[in-house]
């Protein structure tokens, strides 16, 4: 079991910055990566960023790339999403999420509202 507590985010204004936090606890050591994912209300949820715990090797939704970037902190067990030049349309709940070797299915974070206003 991974458990997973986010911070960060809250109200900007278009062309501004947040950073994410997620720290995991529990069976960390076996994390083979994690992931950023959103949902703006009543649409489906999205993959925004993921990034691979032990080499680093990220991907980015198109919708992001260029603006976002994320990273990890393996001494403390946290992932983040820098998020810059924000736009009203990234709004949404983001989602962090974890995947365990050999394990197809991610633990989910709680959600932290992320709000870019025009």
């Known amino acids: 079991q991974v458990q997973l507590v986010e911070s960060g985010g809250g109200l900007v204004q278009a062309g501004g910055s947040l950073r994410l936090s997620c720290a995991a606890s529990?069976?960390?050591?076996?994390?083979?990566?994690m992931a950023w994912f959103r949902q703006a209300p009543g649409k489906e949820r999205e993959f925004v960023a993921t990034?691979?715990?032990?080499?680093?090797?990220?991907d980015y939704a198109d919708s992001v790339k260029g603006r976002f970037t994320i990273s990890r902190d393996n001494a403390k067990n946290t992932v983040y999403l820098q998020m810059n030049s924000l736009k009203p349309e990234d709004t949404a709940v983001y989602y962090c999420?974890?995947?365990?070797?050999?394990?197809?299915?991610?633990?989910w974070g709680q959600g932290t509202q992320v709000t870019v206003s025009s």
């Open positions: 990034i691979t715990w032990s080499g680093g090797s990220t």
């Open positions: 999420a974890a995947q365990n070797h050999g394990i197809t299915s991610y633990y």
């Open positions: 529990g069976r960390t050591f076996s994390i083979y990566n």
